[in-house]
């Protein structure tokens, strides 16, 4: 089948199209209905089927594979690597769930989780897809406030974390930002499970805090049947950041997912049973759960789970795994490969990558120099392919399980199944056919399985931020900017509201701005995102001081800067320190008292403002360079 066909089929005739990928996993009860739109925005997939995502993960695969490897757990911070085969994750996954159930968990249940990239970590979500309680697992580098925000949110029952995490040999102890984030909080989880990784002292609080091995030990014995679910019925929530300060729940069904993930790793990420699949990106992100959690491990692949640096103990880390296990398909973010592009290429020369077919890369757009460079030191197709926390997996890329495509630079590539993506004019929704014209990209539903349920408690949300931003259209909108070529390959240039990319991890600018404005001596702030060779983006911030006295020569501009950064890791964490913090006495605004982000943006990147008819003080602008010199 031509792939045109098959993404025709799947838009056109979703119902006989998602019967046949539905046979790629296993269900206790058949779907009684394929894909139900009646209400949209809000589509139900595969709804009156019974499935859960762990059977399909671990349990399926006992009879066939049990004592093949499934998750290799490998950490060049801590020296552990420990491979777990199928039926060594099951009985793990099966003592974690008696755990948690030990503790009060039961369907429905939030366990949120903050943790570093262990093995726990993976047995934890397995465990709650098990039990059919949902997960929320939150980014091991993000501080108290962010993660305050998100316990609130989802109200867990049980938090499960560790004493430490470990980044380039430098332990950053989790407990004491957990104690300090529930103690913000206004709910307050009823148990705390804690892995103990002897890598920082850990204070517990009696009658909450549970040990990790201890209680391990207690439920060695217990077995823990897989909960059939209703393929709609809730798998996790993971918090993503937008345009308000307040992070928003990505809510995801349950057989929606798996069969998404099930087609994916067949069709674009051509998996193969038995074989190893390395996705170096972190549990914390949507690429996490979806490639080295579930979707691997559905294809019946093993899966690394690394903990470390691309670069530690040397450039080579990543390819000498790839050696050593055999590995098939690999996936990480163009930030990785940009560091790697810094070291001696020898390094991608010293081992057997005779195993590895294909590389994808996600999470921030891939440049054409770095595409180039990877594919020519690896020798195998490079692929790129974008989507979001919000589509659970690839929304553009080539789909090479379906027909053999070529890859064009600078385009992820084109939809996939059961994506209708378009491309309308920003303000009057007007779609624009036509080859190289820029517009915001969205998707016309039904979105596919695996999309998005709704906000987490939100439904309003739901539908205001993402089905009614542009006038006249209930479309999905992606809040990125994009163009679509003759041969229908899309482009995609960045985002237009103010979220950041820093090395592949989506920030708010709003989040950081409120975090800055805590501090005593900051009257005013933007944060903005800079074009970086490295990062791809930067966060800049400009601040008004209310003591402008404070910043008047340079020591006090740089103790001041020195707070601020301080103040945004204990709160956010370091990924959304901003580079630099530059002081200034106004801030750009138009007359109605609205920043002028994207012309700040442009004076940092070297670029033209743009139209300036609004601005009430043009001079604002040009405080905005000057602080930029030196
Ligand atoms: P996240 O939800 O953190 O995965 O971030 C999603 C955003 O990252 C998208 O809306 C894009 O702005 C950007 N993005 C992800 N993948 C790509 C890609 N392959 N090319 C360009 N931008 C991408």
Redesign the pocket.
């Known amino acids: 089948m031509t792939y045109a066909e098959f993404h025709r089929r799947s838009v056109e005739e979703p119902d006989a199209f998602w019967a046949e990928q539905a046979r790629l996993i296993d269900w206790q009860q058949a779907p009684q209905s394929i894909c139900d739109n009646s209400r949209p925005p809000f589509t139900r997939w595969f709804a009156g089927g019974t499935t859960n995502l762990c059977h399909n993960a671990v349990d399926r695969h006992l009879a066939a594979r049990g004592d093949q490897p499934a998750l290799i757990s490998v950490s060049t911070e801590t020296g552990v690597e420990k491979a777990y085969s199928f039926r060594e994750l099951h009985a793990e996954v099966q003592h974690t769930a008696a755990m948690l159930q030990a503790l009060g968990v039961r369907q429905g249940d939030r366990v949120l989780l903050y943790m570093p990239m262990v093995a726990e970590a993976v047995f934890t979500m397995l465990a709650c897809a098990r039990i059919g309680a949902i997960h929320s697992v939150v980014f091991g580098g993000f501080a108290s406030v962010s993660l305050a925000s998100r316990i609130e949110d989802a109200q867990p029952r049980v938090i499960v974390s560790a004493d430490a995490g470990s980044r380039g040999g430098k332990v950053l102890a989790y407990k004491p930002l957990l104690d300090e984030a529930i103690r913000l909080s206004s709910h307050k989880p009823q148990a705390v499970l804690l892995a103990d990784r002897g890598l920082a002292p850990m204070e517990r609080v009696a009658g909450r805090d549970h040990d990790w091995a201890a209680l391990r030990q207690a439920h060695l014995d217990t077995e823990v049947a897989c909960v059939w679910l209703d393929a709609t019925a809730t798998s996790y929530t993971i918090y993503?950041s937008g345009t308000t300060g307040k992070p928003k729940g990505v809510q995801r069904d349950v057989g929606g997912y798996a069969v998404a993930l099930a087609a994916s790793m067949e069709h674009i990420f051509q998996g193969e049973a038995g074989a190893t699949f390395f996705c170096a990106s972190d549990i914390g992100?949507?690429v996490g759960h979806s490639y080295i959690v579930y979707g691997p491990l559905i294809a019946g692949m093993a899966t690394i789970l690394y903990e470390g640096l691309p670069v530690r103990p040397d450039a080579g880390i990543w390819w000498s795994l790839v050696e050593k296990y055999k590995v098939r398909t690999m996936f990480t973010a163009p930030t990785a490969v940009r560091v790697l592009k810094k070291q001696d290429p020898a390094f991608l020369k010293k081992h057997d990558l005779s195993s590895l077919k294909a590389l994808f890369l996600?999470?921030?757009?891939?440049d054409e120099p770095t595409a180039r460079w990877i594919s020519e030191a690896l020798g195998v197709p490079i692929i790129?392919?974008?989507?979001?926390?919000?589509s659970g997996w690839p929304i553009l890329t080539i789909a090479n399980g379906v027909e053999k495509k070529a890859s064009k630079f600078g385009s992820?590539g084109v939809p996939m199944a059961g994506y209708k993506v378009k491309i309308l004019h920003e303000s009057t929704g007007q779609e624009l056919v036509e080859p190289g014209q820029k517009g915001v990209v969205v998707i016309e539903g039904p979105t596919p399985p695996g999309f998005m349920q709704t906000v987490w408690r939100d439904d309003e949300r739901f539908v205001k931020t993402y089905w009614q931003s542009i006038p006249g259209r209930m479309v999905y909108n992606?809040?990125?900017w994009g163009i679509r070529d003759a041969d229908g390959y899309y482009y995609?240039l960045?985002?237009t509201d103010d979220v950041i990319?820093v090395a592949g991890?989506?920030l708010g600018t709003r989040e950081i701005e409120e975090s800055i404005s805590s501090h005593a001596n900051v009257a005013e702030v933007a944060v903005v995102g800079v074009a970086d060779a490295l990062k791809g983006q930067v966060a800049m911030a400009f601040v008004v001081a209310r003591d402008a006295a404070a910043v008047a020569d340079e020591a006090g501009r740089l103790r001041l800067e020195g707070e601020i950064m301080k103040l945004v890791d204990s709160q956010l964490g370091a990924l959304a320190r901003p580079a630099r913090v530059r002081f200034v006495s106004l801030l750009p605004k138009t007359r109605s008292g609205k920043l002028l982000r994207r012309a700040i943006q442009a004076v940092c990147e070297g670029r033209d403002a743009g139209d300036l008819t609004t601005i009430e003080d043009p001079a604002a602008l040009r405080q905005v360079l000057d602080s930029l010199v030196g």
């Open positions: 993503t992100w949507v996600a999470g921030e757009p891939l790129d392919n974008y989507w979001q926390t919000e992820p992606t809040f990125d995609i960045g985002r990319n991890h989506r």
